[in-house]
């Protein structure tokens, strides 16, 4: 994701998930009044997921074709169930069809480029066509499908692992704003801290440092070969059933007791290593 220099509130992507029939994700946010406005004059179906818009998209289309990929290389990467339930992206045309439809069905939302809404009805994606919209909608699926295949998926895991889908051209890749967010941070003296993350609940709490940090721990974890890796696909197979997310840091802690450690050394190897290639194309 992207974010303003310094700490701050989350400022690109925000996910929200309704349950009931009130605003358990969002409290505070206030009443929200439903328009017609979205758009559904066109209709992609794919498999997991339909994207409903005003302008139409072909078959070939990069947009579709991305979402294809991702839906595979996310399966294939943690091992998820089959998917439950369909995702539904709504892709506005513009900027500011986008913005009056969220300002008028959720008026005290932050305003960013994507949502991810989930209900009891539906999982759906707001975005629009713009130049962002590949990143966001990566993005944006990804939570679509944890929570698609998935009972429930903490808060922390949800959004690392969209952090994590979102880069590109190679999935997975170095997030560099997250990186040098995260060295900054050691050099003021900050360290990770795996359980005070499982226990934030409400994305407007999360600052810069939560997120990166969130895709700092699923970085190291899906890009090792021992316990942590296990650990963390083993926990999203326990996710498809569990109504209540255990906690994860003890059962990592057992298997991996240098986990602290290990983290940051992945990132600062990471780090190094943009440094360097950074070096080198200037000679």
């Given at each position: 994701?992207?974010?303003?220099?310094?700490?701050?509130?989350?400022?690109?992507?925000?996910?929200?998930?309704?349950?009931?029939?009130?605003?358990?994700?969002?409290?505070?946010?206030?009443?929200?009044?439903?328009?017609?406005?979205?758009?559904?004059?066109?209709?992609?179906?794919?498999?997991?997921?339909v994207i409903q818009s005003n302008f139409p998209l072909g078959e070939d289309s990069p947009l579709i074709s991305e979402l294809n990929t991702l839906r595979k290389e996310i399966t294939d990467t943690l091992l998820l169930p089959p998917q439950r339930d369909p995702v539904t992206i709504y892709l506005f045309e513009d900027e500011a069809a986008y913005?009056?439809?969220?300002?008028?069905?959720?008026?005290?939302?932050?305003?960013?480029?994507?949502?991810?809404?989930?209900?009891?009805?539906?999982?759906?994606?707001?975005?629009?066509?713009?130049?962002?919209?590949?990143?966001?909608?990566?993005?944006?699926?990804?939570?679509?499908?944890?929570?698609?295949?998935?009972?429930?998926?903490?808060?922390?895991?949800?959004?690392?692992l969209a952090e994590y889908f979102e880069v590109r051209p190679v999935t997975g890749g170095p997030h560099k704003e997250h990186i040098q967010h995260l060295q900054n941070a050691r050099a003021d003296g900050w360290g990770p801290s795996l359980s005070s993350l499982e226990q934030l609940t409400d994305f407007r709490n999360m600052t810069q440092r939560d997120?990166?940090?969130?895709?700092?721990?699923?970085?190291?974890?899906?890009?090792?070969?021992g316990g942590a890796r296990s650990d963390l696909i083993a926990y999203l197979q326990e996710l498809r059933n569990s109504k209540i997310a255990p906690e994860f840091q003890p059962r990592l802690d057992r298997s991996t007791p240098s986990n602290y450690s290990d983290m940051i050394s992945h990132v600062s190897r990471i780090a190094n290593g943009i440094a360097l290639t950074s070096f080198e194309s200037r000679q």
């Open positions: 994701m992207s974010f303003l220099a310094g700490s701050g509130p989350h400022l690109r992507i925000g996910i929200l998930l309704l349950w009931l029939l009130c605003v358990a994700g969002c409290r505070g946010t206030g009443a929200k009044t439903f328009t017609n406005d979205l758009p559904v004059r066109f209709h992609n179906q794919g498999d997991g997921y913005r009056r439809y969220m300002r008028t069905t959720w008026p005290n939302l932050p305003p960013r480029r994507a949502y991810f809404v989930g209900t009891r009805r539906e999982l759906s994606i707001y975005s629009y066509r713009g130049q962002n919209v590949q990143t966001d909608l990566r993005h944006e699926f990804t939570h679509g499908l944890l929570h698609g295949s998935l009972e429930t998926v903490p808060l922390w895991l949800d959004e690392g997120y990166a940090e969130s895709w700092g721990w699923v970085h190291y974890m899906l890009n090792q070969h």
